[in-house]
């Protein structure tokens, strides 16, 4: 996660060279996507610890990246309104935070979190510390963010989509969450539905809206296809 933040640091340093308030905006994002991280956690199953001998280890360390996500898009806004930016910066987040997220998920890997299903042995499954094979969630997430990464390097060179690559990363990324959770080890709270399938939806549903709103904007703003 540090490793994350640091090189969300040194990108966005770059950027706000072109106008300060572009700090107050990355200021923003870091400290609304802490809180949504840990807010959607305890709402998906850190509550379960309230009580229990390492609570406050627990409730400390807990955190989600869809959680994340969330507050960081909600405060990203509220801080562009308040400074007055009108531009778009999802396009640049949308290069930073896989690159955070694939960072964030080699630390899940080597502490042995956020594991998926005790499944039969095969060629892709991974042996956790007791030494069952288990669905290798931390490397498939790592795989995804990799070819995210990929396409949005591609699509910024071609001049595709401009202004909507955050919303792009948003829906795919919900969508792979919801579909990915169900492979995932993590306790259910509506039906078979964990809170991460809930907070994925969130997730999906706002670069839904987002993409929406913003390409009714185009015309007006930016055209649609390169002149």
Same mark, same amino acid.
Request: glycine share 12%.
């Given at each position: 996660?540090?490793?994350g933040? @640091?090189?969300?640091?040194?990108?966005?340093?770059?950027?706000?060279?072109?106008?300060?308030?572009?700090? =107050?905006?990355?200021?923003?994002?870091l400290?609304? =996507?802490?809180?949504?991280?840990?807010?959607?956690?305890?709402f998906?199953?850190?509550?379960?610890?309230?009580?229990?001998?390492?609570?406050?280890?627990?409730?400390?360390?807990?955190?989600?990246?869809?959680?994340?996500?969330?507050?960081?898009?909600? =405060?990203?806004?509220?801080?562009?309104?308040?400074?007055?930016?009108?531009?778009?910066?999802?396009?640049?987040?949308?290069?930073?935070?896989?690159?955070?997220?694939?960072?964030?998920? @080699?630390?899940?890997?080597?502490?042995?979190?956020?594991?998926?299903?005790?499944?039969?042995?095969?060629?892709?499954?991974?042996?956790?510390?007791?030494?069952? =094979?288990?669905?290798?969630?931390?490397?498939?997430?790592?795989?995804?963010?990799?070819?995210?990464?990929?396409?949005?390097?591609?699509?910024?060179?071609?001049?595709?989509?401009?202004?909507?690559?955050?919303?792009?990363?948003?829906?795919?990324?919900?969508?792979?969450?919801?579909?990915?959770?169900?492979?995932?080890?993590?306790?259910?709270?509506?039906?078979?539905?964990?809170?991460?399938?809930?907070?994925?939806?969130? @997730?999906?549903?706002l670069?839904?809206?987002?993409?929406?709103?913003?390409?009714?904007?185009?015309?007006?703003?930016?055209?649609?296809?390169?002149?």
């Open positions: 996660m540090l490793a933040i @640091v090189v969300s640091i040194c990108f966005w340093s770059r950027l706000a060279r072109r106008d300060d308030r572009l700090l =107050a905006v990355y200021a923003a994002a400290i609304g =996507a802490f809180l949504g991280a840990k807010a959607v956690y305890f998906a199953e850190g509550y379960r610890h309230l009580g229990a001998s390492d609570m406050w280890l627990q409730l400390a360390t807990g955190k989600t990246i869809l959680g994340g996500l969330l507050g960081g898009y909600a =405060a990203v806004e509220m801080a562009k309104r308040l400074v007055g930016f009108r531009g778009a910066t999802g396009d640049w987040f949308a290069t930073i935070v896989p690159f955070g997220i694939i960072l964030g998920r @080699v630390g899940c890997w080597f502490h042995g979190c956020c594991q998926g299903k005790v499944c039969q042995p095969s060629w892709f499954t991974v042996t956790d510390s007791a030494g069952s =094979a288990r669905w290798p969630c931390v490397p498939l997430e790592i795989l995804f963010n990799l070819v995210m990464v990929a396409m949005f390097l591609l699509i910024r060179r071609v001049g595709t989509w401009p202004g909507q690559h955050f919303h792009i990363y948003l829906i795919a990324y919900g969508g792979f969450r919801f579909l990915h959770e169900f492979l995932r080890e993590a306790p259910a709270v509506i039906g078979p539905f964990t809170g991460y399938q809930i907070a994925a939806l969130a @997730v999906a549903a670069g839904m809206v987002g993409f929406a709103r913003r390409q009714n904007k185009l015309p007006a703003t930016i055209p649609k296809t390169p002149a």
